[in-house]
């Protein structure tokens, strides 16, 4: 079984100040992870993906997340926030072959001017 | 990335009467579709999964009589709430993926807010 462990459900940040929010998995299998964006009232948008290879994953809007297999995690940081990004943050974790997906409780980003 | 529709984005329905729900793939064939359901500021909990021209295999504590869905063909999937109540009251997602492509993630629809009264 997995699960997915988001230890912030809101992280309150200033404009233009860096950000990382925090993902933990346990899986007794080999996993794809994943980070997702919602808007208010919206689906789910894709930030990126890990896979396999690089730990170090780069996706749109800025973001970036670090997999590390030891700690079991996959946090996601961006340098420098915009107002823009303020939404809820999932993350996700599926077993290889990209099987049902196992989301954690989110994480909402609120950045303030 | 691939593009999967759901409609309608929001609906309001009096209590005891049904509703549907559309996910269709836009670009690609969807050998498996996924419904979820969101309660208000909590994670995406999966109703079920179906493949085409399949049952679908709903998880526990989904009561498959009330949330009905159909899978006939490789674009569309439909859940069909069948006599709501206030507490179905909820937001909807679909997400829908082509297993027979390798390396491809299953991508979301828009969501659709229920609302029973």
């Known amino acids: 079984a997995q699960s997915v462990t988001q230890l912030d459900s809101q992280v309150p940040v200033f404009e233009e100040a860096p950000v990382e929010l925090r993902c933990n998995y346990s899986?007794?299998?080999?996993?794809?992870l994943f980070w997702y964006v919602q808007y208010p009232n919206q689906g789910l948008q894709l930030l990126l993906k890990?896979?396999?290879?690089?730990?170090l994953v780069k996706g749109i809007n800025g973001f970036e997340a670090e997999f590390n297999k030891s700690q079991t995690s996959f946090h996601l940081r961006k340098p420098s926030v915009h107002i823009s990004d303020t939404a809820e943050y999932f993350c996700?974790?599926?077993?290889?072959?990209?099987?049902?997906?196992?989301f954690g409780k989110g994480t909402m980003l609120l950045v303030s001017p | 990335g691939a593009v999967v529709s759901q409609h309608p984005s929001r609906v309001i329905c009096k209590s005891g009467t049904s509703v549907k729900i559309e996910c269709r793939s836009l670009?690609?064939?969807?050998?498996?579709m996924f419904w979820y359901r969101q309660f208000p500021k909590k994670s995406l909990m999966l109703m079920a999964t179906?493949?085409?021209?399949?049952?679908?295999?709903?998880e526990q504590g989904v009561e498959k009589d009330k949330f009905l869905i159909n899978h006939a063909s490789l674009t569309l999937s439909t859940l069909t709430v069948t006599s709501a109540h206030p507490e179905d009251s909820s937001f909807y997602i679909c997400?829908?993926?082509?297993?027979?492509?390798?390396?491809?993630?299953?991508?979301f629809g828009q969501g659709t807010r229920l609302t029973v009264v």
């Open positions: 899986s007794s299998v080999s996993v794809y």
């Open positions: 890990y896979l396999s290879g690089s730990t």
């Open positions: 996700a974790v599926s077993g290889s072959g990209y099987s049902t997906l196992t």
């Open positions: 670009d690609f064939q969807a050998t498996t």
């Open positions: 179906s493949n085409e021209g399949s049952k679908a295999t709903y």
């Open positions: 997400s829908a993926r082509d297993r027979r492509v390798s390396n491809t993630e299953a991508f």
